[in-house]
């Protein structure tokens, strides 16, 4: 999702934006498990603003996140907590570049 929600840098709207737009069915994929997880990391909010652009979270904000609402409570949750939420900002940040095919197999985007 984090493609659908980059803006590239000449464009006005979200690639999500777009793709509604034009009357394209976007839709995540089915997960079978750890639905929680990436319910937890938009939750969390899986980008922050920085000097440089945008940065995935740190794991302070992680730990207080996990600390306060008890959605994760186990080491291996923070972790691929953490990964999800950098993989998330590097490909937004990827997503800026207009030309970039979807990482997304389908063809909704054409």
């Known amino acids: 999702m984090a493609f659908l929600h980059g803006t590239p840098k000449s464009w006005k709207e979200t690639r999500l934006q777009y793709a ?3 009357g394209r069915d976007v839709q995540m994929p089915p997960v079978a498990a750890g639905v929680y997880l990436i319910d937890a990391m938009f939750r969390l909010g ?25 959605a994760i409570s186990e080491p291996w949750e923070a972790e691929a907590l953490h990964a999800m939420c950098d993989a998330y900002a590097a490909e937004q940040a990827e997503a800026e570049d207009s030309l970039r095919d979807p990482p997304l197999a ?3 985007w054409v």
Do not use: C
């Open 20 to 22: 509604r737009k034009k």
């Open 46 to 70: 899986p980008v922050r603003a920085d000097v440089n652009g945008t940065r995935s979270v740190d794991w302070t904000e992680l730990d207080a996140f996990a600390r306060l609402t008890r």
């Open 106 to 108: 389908g063809s909704w």
